[in-house]
């Protein structure tokens, strides 16, 4: 049975979620009060009836941690010279200080912190030291939400990153790259493999199918395509007509999302046409601020339409030896994250920091820009930022930088602090992120209990 069967609303007869289909293509429209929530069948209802959506995003390399965490605690604590670049969201977060992931630290096995923090983020698990094909982790909190929810939604989960895949190899200190390139992972030996080109991204959250390796085809299939929007246009007028001016108009600005994030991706590619011998891949901006929020676009366009209602970003990989000349930071990251108390690389340090957050910054105001029922769609979220090494040149995994952001369908407010006992579990977060989810899960990794979160 179809889960989302369409029920009576006043005269009409429409799905909560409706989809409008055209050439090769899928698009589920956004929330619409019209239509009201519902539960779907009764596998269903052990969700909550208001969709909660969950993501994950990743910074590297650690912090400059006397410019990021802040002082005091609760809703009276002082923002970081860091964290000032949030303050215009400060009531839309949560600084969680304590938090760990004990099994990024070496445990005997030497080397390899980077490998090792990227590994345990979500899983709590201990990587098994091996560049082989033997790789062996743990299921991350991501695919635990997915094997329970994802058949809710027309994708189980997104995995998204800036830096592309990699799922063998050696990377950090004998570790496969298979560890350092993933952040999720759907059993013990399969990582889901992020994808980095939007344009991909976006095939696939609508189901354009990718005429990849194939150039004369892939030109057909947008000729025949020309725009997702122009195929359902017809059905879209049918539907405005049946639902009430408010949502006629979060149709028209879905609409506008949609073609916005299109044309974005397509100047990407034309301005690449003009370059002589220079070979990047279709759809990946040049500038790696407009990379990330490209991602995040598409993010916010699959939260929306519940596309998905699960999500990990990867926004580099730890060990990234990425520079930042467009911030007066020409060093390598990673490079710099070494940097024995130099003044001038930890302000340096500093300015990465606060790039990534105000990356963040533009992805919150993005959720909350989106009107879902009487609130928005970052209420009806849960949202993740930080990384799993705290000082880069110490290379520890305790006292995470780590922000918690999203009303969690009302059960969580933000504005404040929260300083946790010393080496709390953060996988005991996640336990009290799925609870939300309606995901049944006893323990998660290294979990020692639910994290009281409110």
């Known amino acids: 049975m179809n889960p989302y069967r369409e029920t009576a609303l006043a005269s009409h007869s429409l799905s909560r979620r409706h989809v409008l289909r055209g050439l090769g293509t899928a698009m589920s429209l956004p929330f619409l009060e ?12 052990k969700a909550p009836a208001k969709p909660l959506r969950a993501a994950w995003l990743y910074i590297p390399n650690g912090v400059n941690v006397n410019e990021w965490f802040p002082s005091g605690e609760g809703k009276g604590y002082t923002l970081s010279n860091s964290l000032k670049t949030l303050e215009k969201n400060r ?14 630290h070496s445990h005997g096995n030497g080397g390899g912190d980077h490998a090792r923090a990227v590994a345990t983020f979500l899983t709590g698990c201990m990587p098994k030291k091996t560049a082989g094909a033997d790789i ?12 329970k929810i994802g058949h ?24 496969s790259c298979a560890y350092q390139f993933n952040l999720a992972w759907k059993n013990e030996t399969m990582p889901m493999a992020p994808e980095m080109d939007p344009r991909l991204v976006f095939e696939r959250m609508f189901g354009l199918g990718a005429a990849s390796g194939n150039t004369a085809n892939a030109q057909r299939m947008q000729r025949m395509q020309k725009s997702i929007l122009d195929t359902v246009l017809d059905e879209a007028k049918s539907l405005q007509g049946k639902v009430s001016a408010n949502d006629r108009r979060k149709i ?10 299109e044309t974005r991706i397509e100047n990407a590619e034309k301005f690449r046409a003009k370059m002589p011998d220079v070979k990047v891949p279709e759809g990946i901006p040049d500038s790696y601020e407009e990379h990330i ?27 990234s030896n990425r520079s930042f000349p467009e911030i007066g930071v020409p060093d390598a990251h990673h490079y710099l994250s070494h940097h024995q108390s130099d003044p001038q690389k930890l302000a ?64 969580i407010t933000h504005g404040k602090r929260q300083v946790l006992p010393t080496d709390t579990p953060m996988t005991n977060l996640y336990l009290s992120m799925l609870d939300r989810m309606g995901v049944p899960a006893e323990r998660i990794g290294d979990s020692t209990g639910r994290l009281e979160i409110s």
């Open 136 to 147: 062996h982790l743990g299921i991350s909190v991501d695919q635990i939400a997915a094997q």
């Open 348 to 411: 340096k340090i500093a300015k990465i920091d606060q790039f990534y957050l105000r990356q963040f910054g533009y992805f919150l105001d993005k959720m909350k820009s989106i009107k879902e029922g009487e609130g928005t769609l970052l209420d009806s979220s849960m949202i993740v930022f930080g990384g799993a090494i705290g000082d880069g040149n110490r290379h520890n995994h305790n006292n995470l930088p780590i922000l918690l952001a999203g009303g969690g369908n009302g059960t």
């Open 293 to 319: 929020r490209a991602m995040f676009d598409l993010l916010v366009l699959a939260f929306q339409t519940d596309t998905t209602r699960i999500s990990t970003f990867m926004l580099a990989h730890d060990g």
């Open 252 to 261: 028209d600005e879905y609409f506008a999302a949609v073609r916005d994030i």
């Open 34 to 45: 019209s239509l009201g929530f519902r539960a779907f069948a009764a596998e269903a209802k």
């Open 152 to 175: 809710l939604t027309r994708l189980p989960s997104l995995e998204l990153s800036t830096d592309g895949q990699r799922s063998s190899g050696k990377c950090d200190s004998g570790y």
């Open 91 to 104: 009531e839309d977060f949560t600084v969680v200080s304590g938090l760990m992931q004990d099994w990024a």
